[in-house]
């Protein structure tokens, strides 16, 4: 069965540093998504992608976040300028109509 | 705005024991509805989803739900758990049409005691 793909599955890093998050969406799929959920908190909507473009995008999603398809088939997220507040786990989702499939995840850690 | 309710933080329940788990959803037209469970450690998998016609919708591992539109909820249940139940799970909505966002519940952790 086709899966969504994230690496690393765990990332620690110094506040201030830049991260890049990397998802590998299922080929077919057009529409592709990120969110994140704070430890003991709901999962939260940061971006929407489609056409190689943002096609939305939620308040938590600043100038320190940006997306892009550099290949055609990652898909990745990069926090500029990490703060302590951008630790969480970070799910990537590729949906082709009405089913959304989600990565297992990255763990980000800010110290 | 749209949003979802799931007002039990924590549930435990006996292993072979009946379940159910709450989702009240606020939104402007029926949507998209959906329910996902998160194992320790693990991604998000779609346990069922609602688009329309039959209200009660059947889902993998034996767990059903069933949409009441005059109380805009859409419950979970199980007949009876399995000590691998134990897991976070997520109600969530989205816009009809398809390839639209996610709207979170706040989840609720179910334990499975012996």
Known sequence: EPEVTQTPSHQVT???????????????????????????????FLVS?????????????????????PDGSNFTLKIRSTKLEDSAMYFCASMR?????????TRLTVV | ???????????????????????????????????????????????????????LVQGIKGFEAEFKRSQSSFNLRKPSVHWSDAAEYFCAVAPQGGNEKLTFGTGTRLTIIP
């Open chain 1, 49 to 69: 992608f489609y056409n190689n473009e943002i096609s939305e995008k939620s308040e938590i999603f600043d100038d320190q976040f940006s997306v892009e398809r």
């Open chain 2, 1 to 55: 705005a749209q949003s979802v309710t799931q007002p039990d933080i924590h549930i435990t329940v006996s292993e072979g024991a009946s379940l159910e788990l709450r989702c009240n959803y606020s939104y402007g037209a029926t949507p998209y509805l959906f329910w996902y469970v998160q194992s320790p450690g693990q991604g998000l998998q779609l346990l069922l989803k609602y688009f329309s016609g039959d209200t």
């Open chain 1, 14 to 44: 110094q506040m201030g540093q830049e991260v890049i998050l990397r998802c590998v969406p299922i080929s077919n799929h057009l529409y592709f998504y990120w969110y994140r959920q704070i430890l003991g908190q709901k999962v939260e």
């Open chain 1, 97 to 105: 109509f009405t089913e959304a499939f989600f990565g297992q995840g």
